[in-house]
């Protein structure tokens, strides 16, 4: 007797897969003060982290056609630096990664000023120097891409004149920073 056997047998996850929902939880520091961080890497969650990685936000110049009709200019220019202490690994990767990008950046640029030397001279010009000043502009984008990758676990999400949010993905590690400090934290999707 033969056992049927289905060939194509339904998908199965775990429940507990589409039933949570994805929070992030942001804790609101105001002014500048000395922070003191829990003993666990927010982006690994290694225990004991040695390193210091740096995150920085800058919020822009904000225009509408509107306002430039009217000769108006909302200037919301703020910048915000916090260090966050990290694992040695990781802050060593996050390094490299943000040299990276200014590598290719600046060395596409001088390639394309070389190219661009030598073509001059030549009676037939090519497309290399674009095409090597689209691909150093394609790579920077990669690696700042890259970059922000691997800070989503924690990251600035805006900054205002004497206010940083600062968003943590684990609840945990928000919630153990807040306590530390004396803040509070929100969940939010």
């Not at 999400?157 to 590690?173: G, K, M, P």
Request: charged share 15%; with cysteine; proline share 7%.
């Amino acid at each position: 007797m033969r056992i049927p056997v289905d060939r194509n047998p339904p998908l199965r996850f775990h429940p507990s897969m589409f039933n949570k929902p994805i929070k992030n939880y942001y804790v609101l520091i105001k002014g500048r003060k000395t922070l003191t961080f829990p003993p666990i890497c927010p982006f690994t969650g290694e225990p004991m982290p040695s390193a210091w990685v740096t995150l920085k936000q800058i919020g822009n110049v904000r225009y509408s056609p509107l306002w430039l009709l009217l000769g108006l200019l909302k200037n919301n220019y703020n910048k915000a630096s916090l260090k966050v202490k990290a694992s040695q690994g990781f802050a060593n990767l996050y390094r490299k990664v943000q040299a990276m990008k200014w590598i290719s950046l600046l060395g596409g640029i001088g390639v394309t000023v070389i190219f661009l030397e030598l073509n001059s001279k030549s009676p037939n010009p090519s497309m290399i120097p674009f095409l090597v000043i689209f691909v150093a502009v394609l790579g920077s984008a990669a690696f700042k891409t890259y970059g922000y990758i691997l800070i989503k676990n924690c990251h600035i999400s805006s900054v205002t004149n004497e206010h940083i949010e600062v968003c943590f993905a684990s609840e945990d590690y928000a919630s153990s920073f807040c306590k530390l400090n004396g803040l509070e934290y929100e969940a939010r999707r």
